[in-house]
């Protein structure tokens, strides 16, 4: 029961490490290059809730002075996860480019069929 | 004059960053060229006046945009990283000259974007190791890594464009690892700047220690995978094999070092990692050092040889890490220098090679050393090096791996170190029988050596293998203050 209730108290985390998990999971068990990327931007996703949850301060609001206000957010993570984002979207460019070409040479984007069609490895 | 002097951190990464821009721009090869060569020859002068000011006057903080630390990004240069801005910048000149003929050869004209990628390359090494700011260095890691796999994947042979799509999901995969575990970090401390993070995090109460080795889980897991610790490696072979071969030189020289500096800086600066972690580091560094290079034996394209030696040799490395001792990690910081230019002399020799027989696998290499004799005698020393010959820079660094060993009380782990010496005197072994005992195959009959502006950058890096193993001044006492300070700062 205490286990429940301190899962419903932090569901953040619960959510942030069930998409964690998930896509780590995805990565690693699907042959699909595209789903592979999809994966990865799941993964990738838990970690800006990693950052965002423990930074939402309830009754808290922007730091911005205001006679109203008397407890305000740290704006960092939220900074920081917009570069993550950025470095995110430029990883799946990357990927997705990566596929276009890997599609032209081999006609195919499922690695198990690649590595047959290559013979070794 | 000393306006810019003051300067001098921030222009190591803004030059890089903008010929990046500007090489981008430019559709003309040989004007790509010239500003590629001129950044790479200044920034070894900017990086050796960095550590010559932190040997001389304690480490430098620069702070970017007038913010002071812990608020703003610090660039922070001690004698480590001092030391490995050097490294990776006297690595990138010495080759660049190397790249105009190679990448000709091996890309076809048109290929001035490499040079664009190449740059931004260097701009996120140079800012993983200059940076003092956890998050900073994530955003540096990926801007080397992304360019990285651009490198890569730029490879002639199909099969690069698929090992840089492997690359890039195990390293992006390693790069979260290391967010989430500097994101466990700045939920306990409420910091990014390491030196900050140190001092909140030594003053921690003991309940919160559950909480900092899963963060130490994480980053050290993460940061394995860029550095191809054992059994992490898988990725580095196909990478290296199919990269074009200057990139490959560039790329063993410089990336996994750089991602082993960071393994150090936060294992001893930040962490203070207890024994759990150095016993792990210990074994995974021995079946590294020693099943890689049996691996190495049975392979006949000699690139992928090398690849698999160099994860032979990453391993000597962590292992002088785990050590965790005065001689052991100077061992594992002067193996970071001196593996860096032997594995470079090595794969640039292989690229020698490939533009001249269009192959580098075992069998046609015989009798080349007759045919390219320059080449192949760089290739030879190297080799020596590798092994750890005395004479040659590997000496040097095992000399100091087996002190440290034999310090810590474990004459086992000196015995192991000579031992997988041997192993490596048999894969090298049967490369220079080959190339030298051999009668000329087909393809190495019509061949010579490389044109000057290839052959310099080799014997250079040749002679500075030797010159490594003989004069120990420079990079052995610089190493050992390194490794100084580092233990001195472990809480």
Request: aromatic share 0%; net charge neutral; charged share 40%.
């Given at each position: 029961m205490d286990l429940i209730n301190a899962a419903l108290s932090k569901y953040v985390y619960v959510v942030t490490i069930f998409l964690m998990v998930a896509g780590l999971f995805v990565v690693v068990a699907r042959a699909n290059m595209i789903k592979k990327l999809v994966g990865l931007s799941i993964f990738q996703s838990s970690v800006y809730l990693l950052y965002l949850g423990p930074a939402k301060i309830f009754g808290a609001t922007a730091p911005i002075l205001d006679s109203d206000y008397t407890a305000y957010s740290n704006p960092l993570p939220h900074a920081l996860i917009l570069t993550a984002i950025v470095v995110g979207v430029g990883t799946m460019a990357l990927g997705l480019a990566l596929v276009v070409r890997i599609h032209e040479a081999y006609g195919t984007i499922e690695e198990d069929e690649i590595f047959e069609e290559d013979g070794e490895e | 004059m000393t306006v810019l002097a003051a300067q001098l951190p921030a222009l190591l990464i803004v030059l890089p960053l903008i010929a990046a821009a500007l090489v981008a721009l430019v559709r003309s090869d040989r004007v790509a060229f010239a500003i590629t060569l001129a950044v790479s020859l200044v920034l070894p002068v900017i990086a050796a006046l960095l550590l010559h000011r932190a040997l001389v006057a304690g480490p430098i903080s620069y702070q970017l945009g007038g913010w002071s630390p812990p608020w703003g990004i610090e660039y922070r240069i001690d004698v480590l990283n001092g030391f490995v801005l050097m490294l990776v910048s006297a690595v990138a000149a010495v080759a660049a000259p190397y790249a105009r003929r190679s990448l000709a050869a091996e890309?076809?004209?048109?290929?001035?974007t490499f040079y664009a990628i190449y740059l931004l390359c260097l701009t996120g090494l140079l800012g993983v190791t200059i940076t003092g700011d956890a998050f900073n260095v994530f955003v540096f890691l990926e801007i080397s890594s992304l360019a990285t796999y651009a490198l890569i994947a730029?490879?002639?042979?199909?099969?690069a464009a698929l090992a840089a799509f492997q690359y890039l999901i195990v390293g992006t995969i390693g790069a979260t690892f290391y967010v989430i575990g500097v994101g466990f970090l700045y939920l306990l401390t409420g910091t990014l700047n390491l030196a900050d993070m140190a001092q909140r995090l030594a003053a921690l109460?003991?309940?919160?220690s559950r909480a900092v080795l899963t963060a130490t889980a994480f980053i050290t897991v993460g940061v394995s995978l860029k550095l191809a610790l054992f059994p992490l490696h898988f990725w580095l072979p196909k990478a290296y094999t199919y990269a074009p071969s200057w990139a490959a030189a560039f790329l063993s020289a410089t990336a996994t070092k750089v991602a082993i500096y960071l393994l150090v800086r936060f294992f001893f600066t930040v962490l203070g990692v207890d024994v759990v972690f150095d016993r792990v580091l210990l074994a995974l560094s021995l079946a590294g050092m020693f099943i890689a290079s049996v691996i190495a034996i049975y392979e006949s394209n000699i690139k992928r040889m090398m690849a698999y030696s160099s994860i032979a040799q990453i391993g000597y490395i962590t292992l002088g890490m785990a050590l965790s001792n005065k001689a052991g990690l100077t061992g594992a910081l002067v193996h970071l220098l001196n593996h860096a230019v032997t594995k470079g002399t090595l794969f640039l020799a292989l690229g020698a090679v490939a533009l001249r027989l269009g192959s580098v696998k075992l069998q046609d290499l015989a009798g080349l050393g007759r045919r390219m004799p320059l080449t192949m005698g760089a290739f030879s020393v190297a080799a020596f090096g590798i092994i750890g010959t005395p004479g040659t820079a590997g000496f040097i660094s095992k000399w100091y791996l087996a002190t440290g060993a034999l310090e810590a009380g474990e004459a086992t782990l000196a015995f192991l170190i000579v031992a997988s010496s041997l192993v490596s005197v048999i894969y090298m072994g049967r490369v220079l029988e080959v190339t030298w005992f051999r009668p000329p195959s087909p393809l190495a009959l019509q061949a010579k050596d490389p044109p000057l502006s290839m052959l310099g950058p080799i014997v250079i890096f040749a002679a500075a293998s030797v010159y490594l193993g003989l004069d120990t001044r420079g990079s052995a006492s610089i190493a050992s203050l390194a490794a100084d300070q580092l233990l001195g700062a472990r809480p």
């Open positions: - | 890309l076809g004209d048109g290929h001035a730029m490879g002639r042979h199909r099969r109460p003991d309940e919160q």
